[in-house]
């Protein structure tokens, strides 16, 4: 990679819009982001890629992104090897945190986590889920679901491992939660040879706080505070 470019990877999918929105109260406009994983941006210092969340952490693991956008869900799920610059606590549908639930049907007769020995679980993300019942101590079969989780409980599985921001959707669907395995909001990641370079840590650091004081000023209705204008002013 260029010694002065910097290469950051933003979630695609449902976070791709908000994600979009946030850089451009930051000051960052990205143009073209519906139609390639390469859109502009109106910064000739950064690259964007526009990746599924679930894989920015092992690419900026592996160099090919200097940084980038993902929930600490996946970079747990991945198991990746990142440095965490800043989170940035913003979603799909609210500012509340997605959560990583284990779910069962409204009439199942499992109570609690440890009534799941035994028995079978779905989930997208298999490492999170794993370690989860080891933790617990409790052995269940753990298999990968492809999408639509939801529909393979009860006849396929047991239970399901599913996020969530609000419950709404779980509950629509008759599904109780049993557990919650992990909250997780999107964070700015770093690779760790791109920190090291003086070049490019000194600009995540200006983007992550340009990214802050955007956020700042919306959990403020809008207006700017004082810090917000500061790091505006300076940074941009």
Known sequence: MEDNILTIGLPSGSLMEPTIALFAKAGFSISGSSRSYRPSVDDPELRIRLLRAQEISRYIEHGYLDCGITGRDWVEENDSDIHEVVQLPYSKASSNPTRWVLVVP???????TADLAGKRVATEAVGITKRFFERAGVCAEVEFSWGATEVKVPDL???IVDITETGSSLRANKLRIVDTLMESYPALFANHAAWASEWKRAKIERVSILLK???????SGGVEDESSRSWLEEFA
């Not at 409204?106 to 609690?112: D, L, M, R, V």
């Open 106 to 112: 409204e009439a199942s007769p499992i109570k609690c």
């Open 157 to 159: 599985v047991d239970a």
């Open 213 to 219: 004081a955007a956020l700042a000023a919306r959990d």
